[in-house]
């Protein structure tokens, strides 16, 4: 039905006539509370995701195991046979667990019935799919179980990748075909009441544990759906480990610690993956918990800490196209809700012009993430979101608006040995000419590779004694550490290398 592969039946051999069709149980299977409905993570700051995501929780177990031909002809005649003889609506009246054992039955009972030869291991393994494909997202599920996966690459049926630790890999996970996996994608769509079809072949979503989801389909994926899951961290990194993993030394984090406190304007910016978001909530820790800050994201990510937090979250538009509120909407309706700070989770169109005039208008100590690959790109990716929402606004005025409001620019980059770096702490001070001034405070300097590949440098100041927020610093009694920071050079380990480089 969906691309060549599916139709075609070119495999080996005449596997699945049916794909293990999941029967559409998800939602009341996995979520009795109804919680799948809005599909919303909790809000309780620590524990968030805490309350298992997955109805299905499979034990963590090696994915990376490739299966025979023979063994997907199984599960498909063991599926079909268990369809036939369950009441699907009253499985999905019983809790996880449950069904999960009236399934074990059933499964052993056919394994038996069929004379199907098994070892206890292989029928541990069949069952456990067989549930994943009944309750749960089917083959994705052991990936989904897996902590340490940042995001999982669906490219059809046939091809799934995943990045751990910043390294994109191949897996074994594969789906019968391109069918089961449209199903897949079906299913979790219409978790947020969306749905994906050749008709409207493009589509967010977002999993019940807050994992952000994009599907596009044939006939726009050539290949294949493609599915392609941000896994949702519960536990985001903290501020000590982006410090061990060399991702900052110490002195940077204090100095992001006073840049946070003391209410300057951040952007941080980076690419896809660079750590943005990780950032952007690692530093929205030093908000004191007197203020009201308002977040507005696309999806859900950040974890804020503090008791008085207002979350927004933009819509996409219904299936006739309408209702969509943008994230422009949002930031404009914040300033009527009276922010202390406001946080926007990425800046990508004109909504760069409302957080600007937030920053400008008393709302100090708002941030924002912005794709870009410098410092200095960070601004003219401003620019041209500004230009993008028409205002007809020259060049100059833009910039004195930017130069007004932002003071900060965080650099985070994904180095291209999968570590992320922080590369820049820049500030933003002025117009000259035409030209928008900045100045580095902080910097990782690159030297090279070592013998296992990965990149060696160090982070310094750049000696700049009396940054441009210094009169905010001593306002909030700031500008002892902050100077001590900056001139503090660099710090060495015991072995003589810089503190940056030791878990590099
Ligand atoms: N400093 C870091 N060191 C190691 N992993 C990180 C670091 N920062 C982020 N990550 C991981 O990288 C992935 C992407 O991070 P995220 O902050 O969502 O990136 P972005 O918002 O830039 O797309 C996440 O799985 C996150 O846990
Ligand atoms: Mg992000």
Redesign the pocket.
Known sequence: MFGKRSTSSAGPAPRAERAPDPVPVRPEVAAPSGRAQTARPEPTPAGRGGGGQAPVKPEKKPVERPRSEEYYDVKTTVFNALIDTIDLTQLARLDADAAREEIRDIVSEIVAIKNVVMSIAEQEELLEDICNDVLGYGPLEPLLARDD???IMVNGCDTTYI?V??KIMPTSVRFVDNAQLMNICQRIVSQVGRRVDESSPICDARLPDGSRVNVIAPPLAIDGPTLTI??F?RD??TLD??VK?G??TPEGLTLLAIIGRVRCNVIIS????????????CLTGYIENDERVITCEDSA?LQLQQPHVVRLETRPPNLEGQGEITMRDLVKNCLRMRPDRIIVG?ARGPEAFDLLQAMNTGHDGSMS?I?SNSPRECISRIESMILMGGYNLPARTIREMIVSSVDIIVQ?Q?LRDG????THVTEVIGLEGDVVTLQDLFIYEMHGEDANGRITGRHRSTGIARPNFWDKARYFGEEKRLSEVLSSGEVLDEHGRPLGERFA
Request: charged content about 30%; overall charge positive; cysteine-free.
């Open positions: 996966i940042a995001d990045e630790s910043g941000r896994k961290k985001r990194l480990q982006l993993y991702t900052i980076g690419g896809t993956g660079s750590g943005k978001t990780t950032l952007l909530n990510e990425e993430t794709h985070a994904r570590s992320r770096k922080i």
